[in-house]
């Protein structure tokens, strides 16, 4: 019999190695994913997703802390939380909230409470507590009793926004805050800003029709013709309006995303 060259006995001796090695691994990995557990709700949130499961969904990450003392679980139609402020437990879509009161599971809106759910009425002059308590609402309801632009949020404000928190000082009048899924967001108005619900219309107004009829070729229709909550340019062509880009998105509320930012409580300098 012919032998092997021995360094033809050691390459083909490492090579088999390596192959063995490279199979252990792909098993150990294959094994590690196997062994990851679905996330799944336990305790309260299973208690309560077992009589709506519906409307609750499946989990899609296991449950850990939220902002405020809460304890948050995302799933595939919303969030569940519980509050540590008051042992609450409920679950939010986004606009609305399901609880299990004196009558059973009961839905009601993010912002409105029922009578049995707190004596008082719980309220809030913490905006970051607000929104963790309440989840999702599109402006601050009757239980925020703080200052319309608290420091804390003019500071985390600058911060989201990237300007000096010394030169950023806006009139409180042109401020707007709401909370979406238990996180504050901010909006300031300035030149041709929307911090309202944004028009994502594709049809051209009255105003832009004449506009174009006298100015057949133009490439940009003024913003006060095509107004300031538009997510849209346009222009015009053969004396037809038409959309030229998309300068704005809109996020799942119906805001401008790019114009609502989400602060943080003490970030920047004071």
């Known amino acids: 019999m012919r032998k092997l060259p021995l360094g033809l006995v050691f390459l083909a001796t490492a090579v088999c190695s390596a192959l063995v090695v490279a199979a252990a691994l792909a098993l150990s990995t294959a094994e590690a994913v196997a062994s990851q557990a679905d996330p799944e709700f336990r305790l309260g949130f299973r208690a309560l997703a077992d009589r709506i499961p ?6 899609l990450e296991d449950e850990h802390p939220g902002p405020n003392d809460t304890v948050v679980q ?9 509050r540590a402020l008051d042992n609450w437990t409920g679950f939010t879509d986004g606009a609305r909230t399901w609880v299990v009161g004196p009558s059973g599971v009961e839905v009601r809106a993010n912002e409105d409470r029922f009578p049995w759910e707190s004596h008082p009425p719980l309220t809030f002059d913490d905006p970051f507590a607000y929104c963790a308590a309440v989840g999702t ?3 601050m309801g009757a239980g925020y009793v703080g200052p319309r632009f ?6 985390g404000l600058a911060a989201a926004m ?3 928190v010394a030169n ?4 409180s009048a042109g401020i707007f805050l709401r909370c979406y899924q238990g996180q504050l967001l901010a909006c300031t108005v300035g030149a041709n800003l929307n911090c309202g619900q944004a028009d994502t219309s594709t049809a051209p107004n009255a105003g832009m029709v004449r506009f174009c009829k006298a100015s057949p070729e133009s490439d940009f229709i003024p913003l006060y013709i095509v107004g300031h909550d538009g997510i849209y340019s346009w222009g015009c062509r053969d004396g037809v309006p038409e959309i030229q880009k998309q300068i704005f998105h809109v996020d799942p509320r119906g805001f401008v995303a790019e114009l609502w930012h989400a602060v943080q409580p003490g970030e920047g300098d004071p």
């Not at 608290?150 to 500071?155: E, F, L, Q, T």
């Not at 950023?168 to 009139?171: A, E, G, I, L, Y």
């Open 54 to 59: 519906e409307v609750v969904g499946q989990p």
């Open 150 to 155: 608290p420091d804390a949020v003019r500071v």
């Open 137 to 139: 609402v599109d402006r």
């Open 168 to 171: 950023f000082r806006p009139p």
């Open 74 to 82: 995302t799933t595939t139609a919303g969030m569940m939380v519980w």
């Open 162 to 164: 990237g300007v000096p």
